[in-house]
Each structure stands twice: as C-alpha cells, then as structure tokens.
C-alpha cells in the first residue's frame, strides 16, 4: 500500500511539473522569463550583473540560455562570459523532495557539467550542494580567472569540483577541487631565479575548503627543466580571494649551469594571492 502512494505521488507531481512549465512556455514569451531570471540573480546576489542575450525552452522541464555574460558590480571587466547554458530540473529529485539542476556550460571553449541541488521541493533557498566537471577551459579567453589569478595565466584546465553551502558566503561552506593546467605559462610579478615567467607542461592541484581555510593539500608545477611543488594553507579574507593570505612551502628544482646539474632549492611563497612573494629559504 505504501508504494502504490508513492507511485501516485510521484504521478501527481511529474503531471503538475509538466503543466507547470508548459504553462509557462505557452502563457510567458522569452523576455518575461529572462527579466524574471535576472531578477532572481540581482535578488539572490546583489553584487552580480547578469545578462541573456537568448532563451528557450527544452522539453522536458528545461531551458537554454545562450550568451550570457555575468559581471561583478564592484570589477565589472572580470567577466565570465558563457557561450550557452543548458539547464534540466530532475523529476525524480521531485520525488524526494528535493530540487536538483542538471547544468552543461560550454564557455572559454571549453564544457563544465554537474548538479546542482537543493535539500527543500522546488525551492533554491539554503545551502547548495553543487558538483561539477570542467575541460578544455582555455584560461587565457576567460577575464574572470584572469582577475582571479592577477595576471594573464595561459592554458587549458580540466579538473572537478564539489561544494557544499551558501554560494553567497562560499568562504563559510566546505568543498574540493581537484585540477590540472596544461602547456601554459605563469607570468610574475617579480624576477626569480633570472626567470620573468614560468613556461610549464602541467600545474596539477590538490585543495580543500573548510572553515574559512583554503588547504593546498598539492601544487606541483612542472616544466623543461624545472619541478616545484608546494603545500599549504590560503587564508579567506572575506569573498575576494584575490587579498587573501598565502603560507606555502615546498621546493624548486632548476636547471643548473653547464654541467652542475639540477639545483634543488627550499621555497616558500607568501604575501595576498593577487601579489604572492616567492622567496628562496
């Protein structure tokens, strides 16, 4: 008896989901669904700027959002802009009471997918639990990871994402990323070692999010020649990662002179994230 009331209950809810958003499709144009879009986005976080060029609907229980650019009010040249967004609601989350998004982004001529989802029926209020795969992102068409790394990084990322909490108050929920950066180069803010920027193959990064604390668990850099590798804690300085405060040790290898062979050096990399100081012990 109790599974035959689930099995109407999750009937009742596939039939009012799909009334739902048929209504919406046949009773609101395009421009009224995007107005209430970027609304709910001002609402939710006042300092982003969201805009959409275009939207339609997927069957079934989905949409398509092309062209959207997201902005930060307070640095609004570190954009994120989006090629297309495909977004699907799960029915079966539904049945459990619970809201569950399934994203595709295809930006930076690369493709993220994941989940997003929420623990309350049909509602996007409280914490978030999002988990999300990246490839082929090109960091050098990408401005927001520009601003973020403060400098002009190169090269192509792929790697995985889980995050658990308010996105508006990232710094308080707990998550992982796991990520590797290939044939790229890392410019410097100052000279090291006679070098004004670091060619590599592959930076490859382990870190986890808890408590206020960005823990760098690995961070290993390698190049013709060259190997450093760096653990280590970032402390969050409000949402802006940009000034908060790196404690990294770890040790560089370089090329030596002639025929002296590899120099392997103690390293430690200090300062804000946006200006670190690397600095030979």
Request: charged share 20%; proline share 4%.
């Amino acid at each position: 008896m109790a599974n035959q009331k689930k099995k109407w209950l999750f009937i009742y809810i596939l039939y009012g989901s799909i009334v739902f958003f048929l209504s919406i499709y046949v009773l609101f144009p395009n421009s009224v669904v995007k107005d209430y879009i970027t609304a709910r986005v001002a609402a939710k976080y006042p300092v982003i700027h969201l805009s959409i060029e275009k939207l339609s609907f997927i069957p079934i229980v989905g949409f398509s959002l092309n062209k959207l650019s997201i902005r930060s009010q307070k640095k609004p040249g570190a954009a994120l802009d989006i090629k297309k967004l495909t977004t699907r609601l799960s029915l079966f989350q539904l049945f459990k009471n619970k809201t569950l998004f399934k994203i595709k982004a295809e930006a930076c001529q690369g493709i993220a997918t994941g989940v997003l989802r929420y623990d309350h029926f049909l509602s996007t209020h409280g914490p978030e639990t999002a988990e999300v795969d990246f490839e082929d992102i090109r960091i050098d068409k990408c401005p927001f990871l520009h601003d973020l790394f403060g400098r002009p990084v190169s090269g192509k990322l792929k790697g995985t994402l889980a995050f658990k909490g308010n996105i508006e108050q990232w710094t308080t929920g707990t998550g992982k990323i796991r990520f590797a950066l290939q044939n790229g180069t890392y410019p410097l803010l100052e000279p090291f070692a006679g070098m004004d920027k670091m060619s590599f193959k592959k930076i490859e990064g382990s870190l986890e999010l808890r408590n206020g604390i960005l823990k760098i668990t690995r961070l290993e850099l390698t190049g013709q020649g060259l190997l450093c590798s760096l653990n280590g804690n970032v402390l969050l300085v409000g949402a802006d990662i940009g000034q908060s405060r790196l404690d990294l040790t770890g040790s560089i290898t370089l090329p030596g002179a002639g025929n002296s062979g590899n120099r392997k050096l103690p390293l430690a990399v200090t300062g804000i994230f946006a200006n670190a100081k690397a600095t030979v012990l």
